[in-house]
Nanobody
Framework: QTQLVESGGGLVQAGGSLRLSCEASGRTFMQDTMGWFRQTAGKEREFVAAIRWSSGSPFYGDSAKGRFTISNISRDSGKSTVYLQMRSLKPEDTAVYYC????????????????WGQGTQVTVSS
């Protein structure tokens, strides 16, 4: 079965960097778009970035442009990993970050994705 497991979250000072990882397993993801979303209490899930697995084409939300980079890699073990490199972090980047996988043509809405990870907390202190 499809599984997505995020890691790499933590506490970082403003201006610092973090790299989130999403390990995807259970099937091939060549037809998927892999996305990163974030959510804070009481707010809707916000699109951060996405990547088309087959082409490597990236997409970024406004909050991520110029600061975050999404990338992917497939391993011989059958596991695939999507990374979100985050730089110049700001306190407003504090959220739970979720990895998602889906095959929709569009990429920015949570409904475009079928599978979700459990999330990883990112806290940016001022």
């Amino acid at each position: 079965q499809t599984q997505l497991v995020e890691s790499g979250g933590g506490l970082v000072q403003a201006g610092g960097s973090l790299r989130l990882s999403c390990e995807a397993s259970g099937r091939t993801f060549m037809q998927d778009t892999m996305g990163w979303f974030r959510q804070t209490a009481g707010k809707e899930r916000e699109f951060v970035a996405a990547i088309r697995w087959s082409s490597g084409s990236p997409f970024y939300g406004d909050s991520a442009k110029g600061r975050f980079t999404i990338s992917n890699i497939s391993r011989d073990s059958g596991k695939s990993t999507v990374y979100l490199q985050m730089r110049s972090l700001k306190p407003e980047d504090t959220a739970v970050y979720y990895c998602a996988a889906g095959t929709a043509d569009t990429v920015v809405a949570p409904n475009d994705y079928t599978y979700w990870g459990q999330g990883t907390q990112v806290t940016v202190s001022s």
